[in-house]
């Protein structure tokens, strides 16, 4: 298997490639609140752009750290609607019964810190699809990084999918008070494949100079670099000089 490979195996046999809801890469999700936002900060009062010594501030859609961790890996949709109300206090939920093992519904976890502002009794997915990791690599599932606008919320975990990929169930809270329809295609977990390597740790009692050895005039030049032609910043250094392209296809 190649070493930047990542397979998902269908759990059932009426799945393959041409099915509607696969698997994607992350990128190929991201939502219209992204997509549409400003590059500069606005005051959502009087929509003019926020001023910092004159110069705009360059907003969350400028951030290229930002759009990394939300085109990240690849990501796992609900192969149907999934309806969910309130009783007697209660969250509960409809779904198709074809998809009933899909969503389950799981009592609570009393030593499991629970997440504020969502139900206690909680549910779980059980992914259609299992995923296969070179030998060597492992498998971040957490919920859609960023995607706080959905109203529910993934449990994190890691996989060594190398040696096992059977597909298993991710617990997930819904937010207190949600009731209406998650639609069919909606990302419910981020999937980040990572080589498993031991790491040490060091401190450091001093910061990285990044300037350092450079001359004035250049580190001045450098600077300029950094605003178009009306003053306004193009996003940072970090960006320009040092942030290295992912690709998931």
């Given at each position: 298997?190649?070493?930047?490979?990542?397979?998902f195996?269908?759990a059932?046999?009426r799945?393959n490639?041409?099915?509607?809801?696969?698997?994607l890469?992350?990128?190929?999700t991201i939502?219209?609140w992204?997509?549409?936002?400003?590059?500069?900060g606005?005051n959502p009062?009087t929509n003019?752009p926020?001023?910092?010594?004159?110069?705009k501030?360059i907003?969350?859609?400028?951030c290229?750290?930002?759009?990394?961790v939300?085109t990240t890996?690849?990501?796992?949709?609900?192969?149907?609607?999934i309806?969910f109300?309130?009783e007697n206090?209660q969250?509960?939920?409809?779904?198709?019964?074809?998809?009933?093992?899909?969503?389950?519904p799981r009592?609570?976890?009393?030593?499991?810190?629970?997440p504020?502002g969502?139900y206690?009794?909680h549910?779980?997915?059980?992914?259609?699809?299992?995923?296969?990791t070179?030998?060597?690599?492992?498998?971040?599932y957490?919920h859609?990084?960023?995607?706080?606008?959905?109203p529910?919320?993934?449990?994190?975990?890691?996989?060594?999918n190398d040696d096992v990929?059977l597909?298993?169930?991710?617990?997930?809270?819904?937010?207190?008070?949600?009731?209406g329809?998650?639609?069919a295609?909606?990302?419910?977990?981020?999937?980040?494949?990572f080589?498993?390597?031991?790491?040490k740790s060091?401190i450091i009692?001093k910061p990285?100079?990044?300037?350092?050895g450079?001359k004035?005039?250049a580190r001045?030049?450098?600077?300029?670099?950094r605003?178009?032609k009306?003053?306004?910043?193009l996003?940072?250094?970090y960006?320009r000089?040092?942030?290295?392209k992912?690709?998931y296809?």
């Open positions: 298997m190649d070493s930047n490979l990542i397979r195996h269908s059932d046999h799945l490639e041409e099915s509607e809801y696969i698997p890469p992350t990128a190929k939502p219209d992204y997509r549409n936002a400003d590059k500069y606005k009062t003019e926020y001023l910092q010594n004159g110069e501030i907003s969350f859609k400028g290229p750290s930002v759009l990394d939300m890996g690849y990501v796992l949709r609900t192969p149907c609607d309806e109300y309130e206090g969250v509960k939920r409809k779904i198709d019964p074809e998809y009933e093992k899909f969503c389950v009592p609570e976890m009393p030593q499991f810190h629970h504020e969502y206690k009794d549910f779980a997915w059980f992914p259609e699809w299992a995923i296969e070179p030998e060597g690599y492992s498998a971040l957490t859609p990084l960023n995607r706080f606008e959905l529910f919320l993934t449990v994190s975990g890691i996989i060594d990929n597909p298993g169930s991710m617990p997930f809270f819904v937010k207190e008070g949600f009731v329809i998650i639609e295609g909606t990302p419910f977990a981020q999937i980040i494949p080589k498993r390597d031991d790491w060091d009692n990285h100079d990044l300037f350092r450079m004035e005039a001045q030049e450098y600077e300029s670099g605003y178009d009306e003053g306004n910043p996003g940072g250094m960006k000089d040092y942030r290295k992912k690709k296809l």
